[in-house]
């Protein structure tokens, strides 16, 4: 059988379930690609994490719901907002791009952000979900 | 163009392959094959997961892709409707990339000749 490609899941799988209850995980991986799929719940929260990873290039969308409501997410899927924020008038030249970005509730506002982490975004949900 | 590998075989696995030819023929078709075998199992694999996307946002990942770059009215419908569509589409583009190169990949082993294994 071939080694599947080391993706560094079973640290993100060991802290979702330190940090996390209800913990669900979902893991598919093969020598040239790896995914993750966690959702569980942080108090009243639910924390819904996917990473897919292959020697090219690492994909993510982390979420965090409150009921139904969107109230934070992360990811580095291209969408229009985020294209036009990074790109401006030459957005359309770029739409393969990864951009990762922050969504606020609801989807808005959209922040352009330094590329984030698995870890990272469980690590920091305390300070994430924190009143401002 | 051909390589040389070295390959280790227990005893009386090489026992049975020299009931089937030369080891020198047997095994480059068996690797073949089996190339062949796990290129066709990714490749539906792949074309089953990306199936679903599509069947979800009633689009392939390509038009999918290009509205939610390039269409306003369409990626503020998608953000109400389905807020979570990028855990959706990280996904899916694996899938639509792994289709291509799967193909790419079962093409290039049926092309590549396989050694006769009928006793000259």
């Known amino acids: ?132 | 163009m051909t390589s040389k590998v070295t390959i280790a075989l227990q005893d009386n696995m090489l026992e049975l392959v020299q009931t089937l030819g030369e080891p020198a023929t047997v095994v480059p078709a068996a690797v073949r094959r089996y190339v062949v075998d796990r290129s066709l199992q990714r490749l539906e694999a792949a074309e089953e997961r990306e199936r679903t996307y599509a069947q979800r946002y009633e689009m392939d990942y390509a038009t999918f892709n290009r509205r939610v770059t390039l269409d306003e009215a369409y990626l503020d419908r998608l953000n109400h409707e389905h807020p979570l569509w990028e855990s959706d589409a990280i996904e899916w583009a694996q899938w639509a990339e792994e289709v291509e190169l799967w193909h790419k990949r079962l093409t290039q082993a049926l092309q590549t000749s396989s050694p006769s294994l009928v006793p000259a």
């Not at chain 1, 990762?100 to 305390?126: C, M, N, Q, S, Y």
């Open chain 1, 1 to 132: 059988m071939a080694q599947t490609l080391d993706a560094g899941f079973a640290d993100i799988i060991a802290l979702a379930r330190a940090r996390l209850t209800q913990v669900r995980v979902e893991e598919d991986s093969e020598a040239d690609r790896a995914i993750l799929a966690i959702e569980g719940r942080f108090g009243e929260y639910r924390v819904v994490l996917k990473e897919v990873i292959n020697p090219q290039r690492r994909r993510y969308a982390y979420y965090v719901l409150q009921g139904e409501r969107l109230i934070l997410g992360f990811d580095n899927h291209a969408d229009r907002t985020a294209l036009r924020l990074k790109y401006g008038d030459a957005f359309t030249s770029h739409i393969f791009d990864l951009v990762p970005h922050r969504h606020g509730p609801d989807k808005t506002p959209t922040i352009l952000t330094e590329p984030w982490d698995a870890v990272r975004f469980l690590e920091d949900l305390d300070v994430l979900l924190a009143p401002e």
